[in-house]
């Protein structure tokens, strides 16, 4: 059974800095590129950024592009996401997705539960 | 970059009901398009993915269509359980763009 799992989620003051990280199990993680999406409360699904299996092809969204860094270990099955300079308006449920692609579709299938951020003084 | 427009933003339907959603992307995208369905509390769930194909176990009153710049997504009978939020996608090379979403309700 596929698993995501996110954590490193919390309260952070505007300004500040968190690290997400998302362990993958049941699969094999260093073949598939993975992404972030968030969604503000009330709000909306906001792709946020992916990265390829490898981690040499890596694209962000223009809301967090130079602010947040994403990265993976393939020995640990994991991804991150650093965020860097946050502000009150990334504050949302982060979620790591699979990108998962046949006969060139591409779509995210499995999801992790979320985790919170929250920028707030 | 390429916007995706949803409609309605909400809709009211009856248990039975035809319910159809739309998505236009601003300009052609083929049929890179992908519809997801969120409830409460929950991580989003793939449905149609490739404008028109229908994800695994999904039940067959969910379809897609459409192609280019106009994309519909429909249930044929609408269930009580299919009471979420629903959104389209376009995915690009490493990129994704959601639609705004639209919000179903049971009349």
């Known amino acids: 059974e596929v698993q995501l799992v996110e954590s490193g989620g919390g309260l952070v003051k505007p300004g500040g800095s968190l690290r997400l990280s998302c362990v993958a199990s049941?699969?094999?993680?260093?073949?598939?590129?993975m992404n972030w999406v968030r969604q503000a409360p009330g709000k909306g699904l906001e792709w946020v950024s992916s990265?390829?299996?490898?981690?040499?092809?890596?694209s962000y969204a223009d809301s967090v592009k130079g602010r947040f860094t994403i990265s993976r270990d393939n020995a640990k099955n994991s991804l991150f996401l650093q965020m860097n300079s946050l502000r009150a308006e990334d504050t949302a449920v982060y979620y790591c997705?699979?990108?998962?692609?046949?006969?060139?579709?591409?779509?995210?299938?499995?999801w992790g539960q979320g985790t919170l951020v929250t920028v707030s003084s | 970059d390429i916007q995706m427009t949803q409609s309605p933003s909400s809709l009211s339907a009856s248990v039975g009901d035809r319910v159809t959603i739309t998505c236009q992307a601003s300009?052609?995208?083929?049929?890179?398009l992908n519809w997801y369905q969120q409830k409460p509390g929950k991580a989003p769930k793939l449905l149609i993915y490739g404008a028109s194909n229908l994800e695994t176990g999904v039940p067959s009153r969910f379809s897609g269509s459409g192609s280019v710049t106009d994309f519909s997504f429909t249930i044929s009978s609408l269930q009580p359980e299919d009471i979420a939020t629903y959104y389209c996608?376009?995915?690009?090379?490493?990129?994704?763009?959601f639609g705004q979403g639209t919000k179903l309700e049971i009349k």
């Open positions: 049941g699969l094999t993680f260093n073949i598939y590129s």
């Open positions: 997705a699979r990108r998962f692609c046949t006969g060139g579709d591409c779509y995210q299938d499995y």
């Open positions: 990265i390829s299996n490898s981690g040499s092809s890596i």
């Open positions: 300009q052609d995208i083929s049929n890179s």
């Open positions: 996608q376009h995915y690009g090379n490493l990129l994704y763009t």
